[in-house]
Each structure stands twice: as structure tokens, then as C-alpha cells.
């Protein structure tokens, strides 16, 4: 993997920052993208001299996810490997439901990595070559208190990759979906309940490294809370939903 490029959006922070820094330091190329150029050039000046560039742009902004593409291709070379990590949370309660607030997490979620993967796919197609990891969460197995348009958007988001990976498959295109569990960041910093087999930063991006290397379609940490919440998702509604209030107290 030596020398390859990665492109990494949401890479100014949380796992995005971690995942870049652990590439850089295994000999990868990366470019960050954020909308904040200073987390970003924060992110470059941490990571081994020339091996992270920042490339400021908004993933809501169709033409500016284009436009970060064309600049990191033009400037380091064909991206390998788009990490479409962008994201937001806000806890939310139905009591106050708001649809521009629901709307603005997809925004970035779902529609900011459908608007990565626009951007870098004709490369790949032409190059029959590449990797597109779409960043969800276990929050997408089923829906969660609290977090409705979270669960929502990381659902969206695992449809979409297992959809997309028949297309890719024959295109010579890999697919993964990163499915983080509780990871030290400033996302989880909101949360203002115990977070079971909370990760650090750190761990969570050497996992996601060694589950990209390997071309995992889905690479989900840390297992006993995966498999817990997959044991979930089979569950008839009739015995979810107690058990979930139980284990929540929503």
C-alpha cells in the first residue's frame, strides 16, 4: 500500500483525523477534506513531512466535492482510496422534532457521501481500480433512541454500499462500510449517557486501516457490541422494544 493515495473528507477531526494520521504513518499519500482549513492543516503538520495535504471543501456542495477531487488528482495523483467519513450528530428528541435539523444530518451523512462517491467514481471507472469506504456506525443497524436522524442517516448509508457493491464488483471497484461502534471523539463528546466498550481514537483507526488493507466489505468494531446489536436486529419488534427501553431507560 505503500505509496498510494487516500482522500479522506470529515479528516479534521474524530476518526477522520486518526484514520488519516494512521495512514500517513503506513506510507500512504492522504488529503483531508473538511470545511476548516486550520483542523486541517493541524491535521498535515501532525503527520510525517509531505505525507498529508489539506483540501478545504464543503461534501453538501456538489460542484465543491467535484472541484477537491480534480485538485487532489491534478496536484498528488489517482485517488485509491476515498474514505467518505463526513459527518454530524445531535441528540434528538420527537418532543422536539425539527425537519430542518433531521434534513441538515442527512445533508452530510448520506448526501455528502453520495456526492463523494460521484466525485471519484468516473476516475476509478476509467482506471477499473479503486476503493470507496462509506463511514457508517453500528447506530444503522436499527433505529436508536435518541438519534433518529443519526440511525436514519448511517442506515442510508449501509443500504447504499451493499447496494452499490453488485456495480462495483463488476467495475473493478471495492467497497467497504466502516461500522464504528463508540469511538473517543468529539461527536461522542455529546452523549450524555454511559457509552459501553467505548474505543479510543486511536484503536478505532488502526482497525479501520487493517480492515481497508484486507478489502473487508464491512469492517465493524469493537465485535461484543457488534454482535450484540446484530443479535438485535433479528429480534421481532415485540421483544425490541423492551428491551431496548430496559437497556436504555428511554
Do not use: C, Q
Not at 498510494?4 to 486518526?18: E, K, M
Not at 477534506?33 to 456542495?61: F, H, K, N, Q, Y
Not at 498528488?76 to 467519513?85: C, H, K, R, S
Not at 453520495?114 to 447506530?139: F, K, Q, T, Y
Amino acid at each position: 500500500m505503500s505509496g498510494r493515495i487516500a482522500w479522506i473528507t470529515g479528516g479534521g477531526s474524530g476518526i477522520g483525523r486518526a484514520l488519516a494520521l494512521e495512514l500517513a504513518n503506513h506510507g500512504w499519500r492522504v488529503a483531508v477534506t473538511g470545511r476548516t482549513r486550520e483542523t486541517l492543516d493541524e491535521v498535515a503538520a501532525a503527520a510525517p513531512e509531505g505525507t498529508v495535504r489539506a483540501v478545504p471543501a464543503d461534501v453538501t456542495d456538489l460542484a465543491a466535492t467535484r472541484e477537491a477531487v480534480r485538485k487532489i488528482e491534478s496536484e498528488l495523483g489517482p485517488i485509491d482510496l476515498a474514505v467518505l467519513n463526513a459527518g454530524v450528530f445531535k441528540p434528538f428528541e420527537a418532543e422536539n422534532f425539527d425537519a430542518e435539523a433531521v434534513n441538515a444530518t442527512m445533508a452530510v451523512n448520506y448526501t455528502g457521501a453520495v456526492h463523494g462517491i460521484d466525485a471519484v467514481l468516473p476516475g476509478m471507472r476509467e482506471r477499473r481500480s479503486g476503493h470507496i469506504a462509506l463511514v457508517s456506525s453500528v447506530a444503522g443497524y436499527r433505529g436508536l433512541p435518541l438519534g433518529a436522524p443519526y440511525s436514519a442517516s448511517k442506515a442510508a448509508l449501509i443500504a447504499l454500499g451493499e447496494s452499490l457493491k453488485f456495480d462495483f464488483d463488476r467495475l473493478g471497484i471495492r467497497t467497504s462500510v466502516i461500522n464504528p461502534g463508540f469511538v473517543k471523539t468529539p461527536l461522542t463528546a455529546k452523549n450524555k449517557f454511559p457509552m459501553p466498550f467505548l474505543m479510543e481514537v486511536d484503536d478505532a483507526a488502526r482497525a479501520m486501516r487493517k480492515g481497508l488493507e484486507k478489502g473487508r466489505f464491512e469492517i465493524a468494531f469493537p465485535r461484543p457490541l457488534v454482535y450484540g446489536l446484530k443479535f438485535m436486529r433479528l429480534l421481532p419488534y415485540a421483544l425490541y422494544f423492551p428491551l431496548m427501553r430496559k437497556a436504555t431507560g428511554r
